[in-house]
């Protein structure tokens, strides 16, 4: 009798989002929609011997986010300067999507309605406007 294992999940390692303000580049362009990929051991470690780091320890966060998001609108090179510039709604977004791919591997919550008590999952990686 042969038994048959199941196909192992595909591993996510890159999660889309939308920012809920956008990023402003140097011609007046606005990028909303972008990704984040997982981070590596490698993406927390390099950016402790940065001395923006030791001088500032929040700047953690600004070089973490310019090594995992790939991309942003047209933009493909994340620099520590495109962080930098992103409105604050739109770093605590992204400070919470790193953490929460991160630490719990998904962008969705479970919530329950408050009127009728159903429960369901939302994804909090964010959608255009409009959309829930």
């Known amino acids: ?17 939308e920012l809920p303000i956008g990023y402003e580049d140097d011609e007046g362009r606005v990028h909303r929609s972008g990704a ?9 470690i390099v950016p402790l011997r940065d001395p923006r780091v030791r001088d500032n320890e929040a700047y953690l966060t600004v070089l973490l986010l310019a090594r995992t998001i790939t991309h942003l609108g047209d933009v493909t090179s994340i620099t520590p300067s495109v962080v930098e510039n992103l409105f604050t709604p739109d770093l605590a977004f992204l400070q919470d999507l790193y953490r929460r791919i991160n630490s719990e591997g998904h962008t969705t919550a479970s919530v329950t309605c408050p009127s009728c008590h159903e429960e369901f999952a939302v994804d909090l990686a964010g959608g255009p406007p409009g959309e829930s």
Do not use: V
């Open 1 to 17: 009798m042969s038994t048959t294992t199941p196909a192992p999940a595909a591993l996510q390692t890159e999660f889309s989002f």
């Open 36 to 44: 984040m990929r997982l981070a590596r051991a490698r993406d927390e």
